[in-house]
């Protein structure tokens, strides 16, 4: 079976509906990178002086930590960012010449089966990636393998029990809850953040964590998450509730969000970072 929930194969088609979804979720992904950037900043200021290291950006997705580590790394330093597949790799390389980061690359990369060289990056970070996209660990192997010794793994998981809506929204808020129940079915943990210190436990017995939560406003349109994630997985929900079910609680949340009072809370984003022993 065709896990649906894998987002390389979910933007791979060729159909012109296929190529319209692709372009929504890369705008998605670029506006939620930019609602990140400034608890980035703060975290990464946080690890210390990156002036002239390697740093890796794993699944880094249109944007993701591409500005911050080419600032970090200075000019001396260097940074690469890695996707699955050619067309979204390309769409990172779009950033890299627009933004004008000369200290970047992007290369074709699969976590499960990484060709790049073991011990070569000081810094390493993956966000949103272990419980979204599943076999957690598998991944922390190839991230570990890929540190320099003394080198930092970086990791920014979600845990969704923060996403509420005020005043409330029903539908909403139920396309969240069955997001993350269809998720874990899938084997994805929309809840990973309170893995992460386990996670990083590997590395360091102590890993420093953080979380951060952004209060979206009323128009705010990153508020529309649950009903993005409710629409690209349509078809999967009316297997499970019914297609009439699945469309009256879409058009249920869409009318939700017209609400000019309406306002939320995001998941929150568990930080954490941890050295590898020299």
């Given at each position: 079976?065709?896990?649906?929930?894998?987002?390389?194969?979910?933007?791979?088609?060729?159909?012109?509906?296929?190529?319209?979804?692709?372009?929504?979720?890369?705008?998605?992904?670029?506006?939620?990178?930019?609602?990140?950037?400034?608890?980035?900043?703060?975290?990464?200021?946080?690890?210390?002086?990156?002036?002239?290291?390697?740093?890796?950006?794993?699944?880094?997705?249109?944007?993701?930590?591409?500005?911050?580590?080419?600032?970090?790394?200075?000019?001396?330093?260097?940074?690469?960012?890695?996707?699955?597949?050619?067309?979204?790799?390309?769409?990172?390389?779009?950033?890299?010449?627009?933004?004008?980061?000369?200290?970047?690359?992007?290369?074709?990369?699969?976590?499960?089966?990484?060709?790049?060289?073991?011990?070569?990056?000081?810094?390493?970070h993956?966000?949103?990636?272990?419980?979204?996209?599943?076999?957690?660990?598998?991944?922390?192997?190839?991230?570990?393998r890929?540190?320099?010794?003394?080198?930092?793994?970086?990791?920014?998981?979600?845990?969704?029990?923060?996403?509420?809506f005020?005043?409330?929204?029903?539908?909403?808020?139920?396309?969240?809850d069955?997001v993350?129940?269809?998720?874990?079915?899938?084997?994805?943990?929309?809840?990973?953040?309170?893995?992460?210190?386990?996670?990083?436990?590997?590395?360091?017995?102590?890993?420093?964590?953080?979380?951060?939560?952004?209060?979206?406003?009323?128009?705010?349109?990153?508020?529309?998450?649950?009903?993005?994630?409710?629409?690209?997985?349509?078809?999967?929900?009316?297997?499970?509730?019914?297609?009439?079910?699945?469309?009256?609680?879409?058009?249920?949340?869409?009318?939700?969000?017209?609400?000019?009072?309406l306002?939320?809370?995001?998941?929150?984003?568990?930080?954490?970072?941890?050295?590898r022993?020299?």
């Open positions: 079976m065709t896990d649906p929930l894998r987002t390389h194969e979910f933007l791979g088609g060729s159909s012109q509906v296929e190529n319209r979804r692709w372009a929504d979720v890369n705008a998605f992904m670029h506006l939620q990178a930019l609602q990140w950037e400034p608890a980035g900043q703060e975290l990464l200021a946080e690890v210390g002086d990156g002036e002239g290291l390697r740093a890796l950006d794993a699944g880094c997705g249109p944007l993701g930590w591409l500005r911050l580590l080419s600032r970090w790394v200075g000019q001396s330093g260097e940074v690469q960012g890695t996707e699955v597949t050619e067309a979204t790799a390309e769409q990172a390389r779009l950033t890299v010449r627009s933004e004008g980061l000369h200290n970047v690359s992007i290369v074709v990369d699969d976590v499960f089966d990484s060709w790049l060289e073991a011990a070569s990056f000081d810094l390493v993956a966000r949103l990636m272990l419980g979204s996209v599943g076999k957690p660990e598998q991944q922390l192997a190839t991230y570990v890929l540190l320099k010794p003394g080198g930092v793994l970086v990791l920014e998981e979600p845990d969704s029990a923060s996403w509420r005020n005043p409330e929204a029903p539908a909403l808020q139920r396309l969240m069955l993350v129940e269809v998720g874990r079915e899938f084997g994805r943990d929309f809840d990973y953040g309170r893995r992460v210190r386990t996670a990083l436990r590997q590395l360091d017995a102590d890993p420093v964590l953080r979380a951060r939560v952004l209060v979206l406003p009323p128009g705010h349109v990153y508020r529309s998450i649950p009903l993005m994630f409710g629409t690209q997985s349509r078809d999967l929900l009316a297997a499970r509730m019914g297609s009439e079910a699945i469309d009256g609680l879409l058009a249920a949340a869409e009318a939700e969000l017209q609400d000019p009072e306002w939320c809370t995001t998941f929150t984003l568990v930080q954490g970072y941890a050295r022993p020299r």
